[in-house]
Nanobody, 125 residues
Framework: QVQLVESGGGSVHTGGSLRLSCAASGWTYSNYCMGWFRQAPGKDREGVAAFDSDGSTTYADSVKGRFTISKDNAKNTVYLQIDRLKVEDSAMYYC???????????????????WGQGTQVTVAS
């Protein structure tokens, strides 16, 4: 049974930082494409970062330079470091997995087969 469990969300002020974690179980996640998505109320789900099994990373233009995706294979955990938080970063953040990444994968959340339950990030000015 594949499971993804996010943690690390919270309420912070603008300019602050958070590190989100996604613990994977039930499979060898290092062979998969891992993505982070976010969804704010009334908005579409947005892909923000992905980490492919070959070690390559990709980011949405809106978060480049502030978001960093990484993983710890020993802990079967993928992280999303978010720096210089903005009010518009407020959303539910989800991690997701699919077999491989491809160019533009962040635009197609429906292609990700496995999802966590999400962790809320709220940024106040």
């Amino acid at each position: 049974q594949v499971q993804l469990v996010e943690s690390g969300g919270g309420s912070v002020h603008t300019g602050g930082s958070l590190r989100l974690s996604c613990a994977a179980s039930g499979w060898t996640y290092s062979n998969y494409c891992m993505g982070w998505f976010r969804q704010a109320p009334g908005k579409d789900r947005e892909g923000v970062a992905a980490f492919d099994s070959d070690g390559s990373t990709t980011y949405a233009d809106s978060v480049k330079g502030r978001f960093t995706i990484s993983k710890d294979n020993a802990k079967n955990t993928v992280y999303l470091q978010i720096d210089r938080l903005k009010v518009e970063d407020s959303a539910m953040y989800y991690c997701a997995a699919r077999y491989t990444c491809y160019s533009g994968v962040l635009r197609y959340s429906a292609d990700f087969a496995y999802w966590g339950q999400g962790t809320q990030v709220t940024v106040a000015s």
